[in-house]
């Protein structure tokens, strides 16, 4: 079974990440699981959503959640991390348009 296809760069629209982030996505061989990057580490763990989905585009949502620590602490370090989204339709042709948010748990 072959493994992922990397999404060319000029299909990936990251305008609106800061420099942290990849601008890189891949698909699965069955052209509808997508694996974007998202931050994680300390209190804070990575996930996406599909917030859109059209003929021509995808939009996902890299998300940061913080967890405030039970009377500890939180370590600082942040470190991107794979996440896999999967889509109602096969990627094909379409664009992915990432954008990243955070919020509290």
Not at 57 to 67: D, E, G, K, P, R
């Amino acid at each position: 079974m072959p493994g992922p296809i990397a999404v060319p760069p000029e299909r990936i629209d990251a305008n609106t990440l800061s420099d942290v982030y990849k601008r890189e996505a891949s698909v699965a061989a069955d052209g509808r699981t997508v694996q974007v990057f998202s931050l994680a580490g300390g209190c804070k763990r990575a996930s996406a959503e599909v917030e859109a989905q059209s003929a021509d585009q995808v939009l996902i949502t890299l998300v940061t959640t913080y967890y405030p620590p039970n009377g500890g602490a939180c370590t600082e370090e942040l470190s991107l991390v794979p996440v896999n989204v999967v889509l109602d339709a096969p990627l094909g042709d379409r664009r992915i348009v990432l954008e990243a948010r955070e919020r509290t748990a």
